[in-house]
């Protein structure tokens, strides 16, 4: 036949950019991107991120690429045997998991989202999505991340990764209702969706009674406050206790002056009608 030149870059031996790969994965479906190796024992498999869509709620996120169906399958396996949470894994295709495969995932609560049927490339400028993120994880957020109860409770305010105490606002509307702020969420609650309603009656808990005492000391109580009495200290327990739940933070929200003898919010709250922060 006849001769074919050739130039260097035709003979270059291209080899896939894995970390820049899975760092445009993680911008594109907003996730938070880990600088993790691969994950022992799985070849090309690694950790590419931490899904956490609100605070308390961390799910690992994985990004295999495999050329067997049952090299595939074996990174499925180890997966869920290390993992005792939830995750998502990520693959380029559906060809090698089987149905079979699919649905022993999700009977994990976890998910599998295929690269070819969510991603595509844009010219020069790494991915984009087909689908907005969390049309994508639609059912993992349904299966994973509570909802509101048809009694009209709820079971935990949307909080932001990342917020603090410090970034959370509390403002009573009235008697029965607060405006909360906490980073870009936002919205207005009353104390049985707060999960400070007494189960026999309905009506408002100690621990609200109390959460209203705290607005009216703009977020402070201590023994001079006509309210102090000896009752608040079960209660303060009680109250940083629902608090923590319903905002999916850790640490205690109200903490002990052990100078000025008071309990101190570490959020801002005020009552109704005041409308300085």
Same mark, same amino acid.
């Given at each position: ?204 808990? @100690? &621990?609200? *009674? $109390? !959460? ?7 977020? /402070? +109580? =201590? ?10 200290? @079960? &209660?303060? *327990? $009680? !109250? ?7 905002? /999916? +933070? =850790? ?27």
């Amino acid at each position: 036949c006849e001769a074919i030149p050739l130039r260097r870059q035709d003979i270059v031996v291209y080899e896939l950019n894995r970390s820049a790969l899975g760092a445009s994965i993680a911008s594109a479906l907003q996730i938070t991107q880990d600088e993790k190796a691969s994950v022992d024992g799985l070849t090309m498999t690694s950790q590419i991120g931490t899904y956490s869509p609100y605070a308390g709620f961390r799910f690992p996120v994985y990004l295999t690429i495999q050329m067997e169906p049952d090299e595939f399958e074996r990174v499925v396996d180890g997966l869920l045997c290390r993992n005792d949470k939830p995750f998502i894994l990520l693959t380029p295709t559906r060809d090698l998991c089987p149905p079979a495969l699919e649905r022993r995932i999700e009977a994990r609560n976890s998910a599998l989202i295929v690269l070819s049927e969510d991603f595509a490339f844009r010219d020069r400028s790494g991915l984009r999505l087909k689908r907005s993120p969390d049309e994508i994880l639609a059912r993992f957020r349904a299966v994973n991340l509570p909802s509101p109860k048809a009694d009209g409770s709820m079971v935990f305010f949307p909080t932001p990764d990342g917020i603090t105490w410090a970034d959370v606002r509390i403002k009573f509307y009235d008697g029965h209702t607060v405006t909360i702020w906490a980073g870009e969420k936002t919205g207005r609650y009353n104390y049985t969706q707060m999960g400070m309603a007494n189960r026999r009656n309905g009506n408002p808990t @100690k &621990q609200w *009674e $109390l !959460l209203r005492v705290f607005a009216e000391g703009r977020g /402070r +109580l =201590d023994w001079s406050s006509s309210a102090a009495h000896d009752r608040w200290k @079960k &209660q303060k *327990e $009680l !109250l940083s206790k629902r608090l923590c739940e319903f905002f /999916r +933070l =850790d640490d205690d929200p109200i903490e002990w002056e052990k100078d000025g003898k008071a309990y101190r919010c570490r959020f801002r709250i005020i009552p109704e009608g005041d409308d300085e922060y």
